[in-house]
Nanobody, 122 residues
């Protein structure tokens, strides 16, 4: 399974960015979404879109500002990030898993894309 992330960049506080994650190499059902890691901090959940149509899972820090969506025909997961804050600055990683383990734990994800840097200036 390969994940290709794109869409990072630099933006001023209050601005918007959209990340994309193209998934290839699998015909299995998979949960997919985004984690992020700021310098000196652990990797943390941002948003996950479950395969089976359950509601997305968001971290408290991004709820109401970020929206995750999925195009199954294109095997692509998107993260629309609005009202960005300097504390959103991090490397964002897309991730996927085919197991039934809980959605919110980093170590449950088998497949990872390369990170894409998001920098929000004040």
């Amino acid at each position: 399974v390969q994940l290709q992330a794109s869409g990072g960049g630099m933006v001023q506080a209050g601005g918007s960015l959209r990340l994309s994650c193209a998934v290839s190499g699998t015909s299995s059902a998979y949960d997919a979404g985004w984690f992020r890691q700021a310098p000196g901090k652990e990797r943390e959940l941002v948003a996950i879109m479950p395969w089976r149509g359950d509601r997305p899972v968001y971290s408290v820090s991004v709820r109401g500002r970020f929206t995750i969506s999925r195009n199954r025909a294109k095997d692509t997961v998107y993260l629309q990030m609005n009202s960005l804050k300097p504390e959103d600055t991090a490397v964002y990683y897309c991730a996927a898993k085919t197991n039934s383990a809980p959605l919110d734990r980093v170590f449950n994800y088998d497949y990872w894309g390369q990170g894409t840097l998001v920098t929000v200036s004040s």
